[in-house]
């Protein structure tokens, strides 16, 4: 077990090794049961998390702000618009002073080429954990929490599973590549063989297409890409299925719709299911567009684990806060 994480950022999914998130999972597990039992878990007593948020959110927000007071401290929710730092804050203002009020600070910031940047310059100013609550490139936290709930429904054995990470159609705006980014990096580690399904114009960042093989390699595992839907799910043991915009193609959101609109049969349906195999999970870190991405069938159905995926994101970040900010 590793177990010095103290002080340390969660900004990339491959910030902590292989071993230091089966250390996440382990305290995340005992953690859970300990909510369970409503045993008393105060590890963060007095210390308090700045939410500095550029975009909304319901899980995130709900799910930390819950964490940290579970966890005997508190959370502070700060939306940029509130601040100043459109007169003139830079990211060193930010890392400097409230890396000196906080204990943590903990930043959303999914605007294409500048939040991911935005994190990293705040972390080069802050004595205190920067944690990412998701950039335009990574969403670590979601994808702890999905991993351990495929733990809890697969077992920790996953060697010779195959997962697909799958595009679907989505009406309503054009959504970050992080969570197919970050799952693509994670999941190898944990034996997972990988299928990622996309028509042509959504393909990811290149640099992490290359870091994914890279990691699939080293585990000895399956990394493979299609376009075809129905491929990707033929077969597979996690079927997780979501949309994001085509923005290595264009980030201009007219243009990003015209290409979406070309693939609405890329819908999650009983009959897609049915390729998978009968004891698939069906994943989706929410929000999702009902009946367009996903039918109300397949998402309230029993193959469906996403109110599980959206709980453990609580366990998972109670987990990384207490190691990271104790
Ligand atoms: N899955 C997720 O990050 O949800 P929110 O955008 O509601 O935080």
Redesign the pocket.
Known sequence: MQTYLRGRDLIGDLDFSREEVETVLDVAFDLKRKRALGEPHAYLRDKVLAMLFFF??????GSFEAGMAQLGGHAAFIESRTTQISHGDTEKEMGEIFGRYFDGIAI?HVDWGIGNRYLNLVAEASRVPILN??CEIY?PF?ILADLMTIIEKKGRDLRRKKMVVSWAYASSYLKPISVPQSLILQMPRFGLDVVLAHPPEFQLMPEIMEQAREQARKYKTGFEITDSMEDGFRDADIVYAKSWGPLLTTTDPDKGKQIQDKYESWITDEKKMALAKDDAIYMH???ADRNIEITDAVIDGEQSVVFDE?EN?LHVQKAVMALTMA
């Open positions: 909304s959110s319901t899980r995130t927000r959303r609550m998701q969403h979601q870190p929410l929000p959206a994101r």
